[in-house]
């Protein structure tokens, strides 16, 4: 993609928190590697895994709300066939996150 289409994602402004929180939640994840190979007990990593959990589900709300709030608001304004997409994709992605 180019430089333009990146531009044009509604997260772009927040880019800069949204990877700030993805390095936190990989460190998160080397720490709950360290503590099974430390043999720490299973409900101080379990303990962990649900804030990972957390962290990531919040990612993914942020993500949700500015794909909605952004894209899906553009395409709708601009009718036709590509806000029936939009709506669809965000459905799909909120389907996605609620089972998981």
Do not use: F, N, P, W
Request: a negative charge; glycine letters at 6%.
């Amino acid at each position: 993609m180019t430089a333009d289409a990146h531009s044009q994602h509604g997260y772009i402004t927040s880019k800069d928190d949204y990877l700030k929180r993805l390095k936190r939640i990989e460190g998160q994840a080397r720490g709950l590697q360290r503590m099974v190979e430390e043999e720490q007990y299973c409900i101080d990593i379990l303990t962990q895994v649900s804030a990972m959990t957390k962290a990531l589900q919040s990612v993914a709300l942020g993500l949700l709300d500015e794909h909605l709030s952004h894209c899906v608001v553009q395409a709708a304004a601009a009718g036709g066939d590509e806000a029936e997409i939009k709506v669809k994709e965000a459905s799909e992605a909120i389907a996605r996150l609620v089972r998981s």
